[in-house]
């Protein structure tokens, strides 16, 4: 068991790492899209409207669209992969 938890923490800062590295600290457009697995923008947009979009999204004043943490996405996706 402790093991697997640090396998998760390894792969967290990986996937998290690759985030920033690409993305920046904020996931937005296509590239949310993308790493939550989404096919298009209009099934993210239509997520976001019944709010079953499996991260906090948010607005920044003075842009369009919403945003993500990267942190919040590799979250969810270790999360996702461990029930597996």
């Known amino acids: 068991m402790i093991a697997q938890r640090l396998e998760d923490r390894d792969l967290l800062?990986?996937?998290d790492a690759d985030f920033?590295?690409?993305?920046g600290p904020l996931l937005s457009?296509?590239?949310?899209r993308k790493a939550l697995?989404?096919?298009?923008?209009?099934e993210l947009i239509e997520a976001e409207e019944t709010g079953t979009v499996p991260v906090r999204l948010f607005p920044?004043?003075?842009?369009?669209?919403?945003?993500?943490y990267s942190w919040d996405v590799?979250?969810?996706l270790v999360r996702?992969?461990?029930q597996t």
Not at 20 to 23: I, P, S, V
Not at 37 to 42: E, F, K, M, S, V
């Open 13 to 15: 800062a990986e996937v």
């Open 20 to 23: 920033l590295g690409q993305c």
């Open 29 to 32: 457009g296509d590239n949310l």
């Open 37 to 42: 697995g989404y096919a298009t923008l209009d």
């Open 60 to 68: 920044i004043e003075g842009r369009t669209g919403s945003f993500a």
């Open 74 to 76: 590799a979250c969810w």
């Open 80 to 82: 996702i992969g461990q």
